[in-house]
C-alpha cells in the first residue's frame, strides 16, 4: 500500500507526501466539564480533556461507558448538555474548526454503488466548487490507490470485504483533506490483520499532521495509538494517558486486565482520577504551535451554567465546506438517488413491475362501459375513479417509505460536511417524480385502451394525469416524512397498512362524506385520497351520474362542486406535498442533531 493519501488543506501536495508542509496542522480540541444525559440517565459526566493537533487518540471503555456519546459530543455532531467543546479555541463547526471528517461504526456508504461512483460523488459534493471535473476525478483515483482500493473500484460495495469497505469509508472522509478525522470503532468485525492494515492507516494519517480520534475495545488497538481515554460507567473519565501507562494506573498485567479491572469498580478508579487530574488549562489559539503528544494538558472542573449558556448561544452546525452550491447539490444527490435505484435488480423490479401488475388487476377487475351514459353499470363510475385515486396515493407512499430509513446515518455523515436537510429531501422528490409520472400515464393509457374510461378530450385526461400526480407527490412527501421518522425498515413496513387503511376509509367512496359520523368527516379532511377522488370525479364529470345512477346518489357532496372545487382539491393536495415534505426535514435534522444519544 502506498502512504499518500492525505494532504491538510492548503497543502500543494497530495497525499501524505504532502502532509509535512508549512501549516499542515490538526485541529486542538478542548473539551471543559462536558456532561450529556439520555431521559434521566447520565451518558457522560464532567468529562475534560484536551488532545493535541496530529495526536492519535484512542476512547475506549466497557459497553454503555459513552464512547460514542464522547465521540460525537467532541465532534460537534450533538451539542453537550453542559460544558464546551472547542476546535482551536473555536466551537466546532466554525469556520476555524471546519474540515472535519466523521466516520461512524457502520459502513454508511450505498452499498449498489462501487467506490469510484460512491467517491466521485462525494469529491464534487465535498471538495470546493472551483475543483475542476478533472482534478475531482484525479483525487478519487489517488485516494483509490493509497487506500489499495484500486483493484475493486467498479465492484459494488455490497460485494466488497469488511476491510475494503472500511477503507472506502474512510477514504470518502480523506477526500476533502480533513484536519480533524474521528472514527467509531473503525476496526469492528474486522480480522486481526485487517485491523493492523485500517490502524496503519489512521498513523499515516496522524503522522501527517491530522488529528485523529477512534472509539473502540480492542487493546491491540489502543497500543497502537498515542493517547487512551478510559471511560467507566456513566461517562466518566477513569484515565488519561499513554497506554503503556494503563495496565500499571489500574494495577493489571496488561490491557486486557485494564477491562476487567475497571468493569470491577468503575466508581473507584473514576473517582480516583478525578482527585489526580490536573486544572483546568486555557486552550491555546489557533495559531499556537501543536503541543507535543507528551506534553497535552487534560483540564479539569465544570463549565458551570454560563459556559454552557455561551456555548449554546454558538452556532454549532456544520459549516459548509465549500463544496458544490444548493442547486449543483441537488442535482447530484437526484442523480445518485437515481443510479442507486437503477443499479439495485430488486429496486428496478419493484419500481417498475408493481405498476404494471396493479393496472392489470385493475383492467381485469373493471368491466368496461362504466361511464356509458345510456347505460352505466349498476355501480357507476365512481368505483374506478377511486381506486384510480388510491392506485397514485398507493405508489407514491411505498415508493417513499423505503428512501430515507436506510440512509438516515448516510445523511448524517452529509450534514456534517455541510448537506442540508431540504436539498436532500427535494433530491429524493425530484428522482422518483419521473417514475410516477410513467406510472400515471400507463395507468390512465391502459385504462384508456380497454374501455375502462370514457373517450374524453386531452384535456380531461392532461387533468386526470395531473391531479393523479399531485396527489402522488404528497404521498410520496408523506411516505419521505414516515421514512425520516422511523427506526428500521420493518418499522416503514408496517407503517404502510397503518397510512394506507384509513385513505380506504374515509376518503367519501366507501361511505360518502354527507353519510359519516361527523369525526368521520373531520378524519377525511385530512385524507390525500378524499381529494383526488373528488377532483378526478369532478375533472371526468361524475356530477352527471348522480341523478341517473341509484348507486351514485349519495356523492351529490362530493361531486357537485364544478371545476372550481376539482381546484381547491388540487390546492389542498398541493399543500398537503408541501407541509409532509416539511415535515420530513424537520424530523431529519431533529435526528441528525440527536446523533451518539
Known sequence: MTTTAWAPPGSE????????????????????????????????????????????????????????????????????AAGTVRHDGAPPGSAV???????PQDDIIHPELPPRRTLRYAARLRLPAATSAAAADAAVEQVLRDLDLADCADVPVRALSGGQRKRASIAVELLARPRLL????????????????????????????????????????????????????????????????????????????????????????????????????????????????????????AGGPAARERFLEADTRPARRGGAGAWRTWWLLTRRNVEVMTRSRLT???????????????????????????????????????????????????????????????????????????????AKIAALVPVLAAVGAVLLGVLRVTGRLPGAGVGVYLGLFGVLMIEAVAALALGLLASAAVSDTAQAALALPMLCFPQVL????????????????????????????????????????????????????????????????????????????????WVLRRRARGAGA
Open 13 to 80: 501536495a497530495g497525499g501524505l507526501a504532502g502532509a509535512g508542509r508549512a501549516g499542515a496542522r490538526g485541529v486542538r480540541i478542548d473539551a471543559v466539564g462536558v456532561g450529556q444525559r439520555s431521559g434521566r440517565q447520565e451518558t457522560l459526566t464532567d468529562v475534560s480533556l484536551s488532545i493535541g493537533a496530529g495526536e492519535l487518540v484512542a476512547v475506549a471503555g466497557g459497553s454503555g461507558a459513552g464512547k460514542t456519546t464522547l465521540l460525537v459530543t467532541l465532534a460537534g455532531l450533538r451539542a453537550p
Open 97 to 103: 474548526g471546519a474540515g472535519v471528517g466523521y466516520v
Open 182 to 301: 474521528f472514527l467509531d470503532e473503525p476496526t469492528s468485525g474486522l480480522d486481526p490483520a485487517t485491523t493492523i492494515e485500517v490502524l496503519g492507516i489512521l498513523r499515516r494519517i496522524a503522522s501527517a499532521g491530522a488529528t485523529v480520534v477512534l472509539t473502540t475495545h480492542d487493546p491491540a488497538v489502543l497500543a497502537g495509538c498515542d493517547r487512551v481515554v478510559l471511560l467507566a460507567r456513566g461517562g466518566r473519565l477513569a484515565f488519561d494517558g499513554p497506554p503503556a501507562e494503563a495496565p500499571a494506573h489500574f494495577g493489571a498485567r496488561d490491557l486486557v486486565d485494564v477491562y476487567v479491572r475497571l468493569a470491577a469498580d468503575p466508581e473507584a478508579f473514576a473517582s480516583r482520577f478525578a482527585r489526580a487530574a490536573a486544572p483546568p488549562t486555557p486552550a491555546a489559539p489557533p495559531s499556537s504551535a501543536a503541543p507535543s503528544s507528551a506534553a497535552v494538558p487534560r483540564p479539569r472542573g
Open 348 to 426: 428496478a423490479a419493484v419500481l417498475v413491475g408493481s405498476p404494471l401488475l396493479v393496472t392489470v388487476m385493475m383492467a381485469t377487475l373493471f368491466q368496461p362501459g362504466a361511464f356509458a351514459p345510456d347505460d352505466p353499470a349498476d355501480l357507476g363510475p365512481a368505483p374506478t375513479m377511486f381506486w384510480i385515486a388510491f392506485a397514485g396515493f398507493f405508489f407514491g407512499l411505498t415508493y417513499g417509505l423505503p428512501q430515507i430509513v436506510g440512509e438516515v446515518e448516510v445523511f448524517r455523515r452529509e450534514r456534517f460536511a455541510g448537506l442540508g436537510a431540504g436539498v436532500y429531501v427535494a
Open 506 to 585: 374515509f376518503a367519501g367512496a366507501i361511505v360518502p362524506i354527507d353519510q359519516m359520523s361527523p369525526p368521520g368527516r373531520l378524519v377525511g379532511a385530512v385524507m390525500a385520497t378524499r381529494y383526488a377522488f373528488e377532483a378526478l370525479g369532478q375533472v371526468i364529470g361524475l356530477d352527471g351520474y348522480v341523478a341517473t345512477v341509484p348507486a351514485m346518489a349519495g356523492y351529490g357532496d362530493t361531486f357537485d362542486g364544478g371545476a372550481g372545487a376539482a381546484v381547491r382539491g388540487v390546492v389542498t393536495l398541493a399543500l398537503f406535498a408541501v407541509a409532509c415534505a416539511g415535515g420530513a426535514m
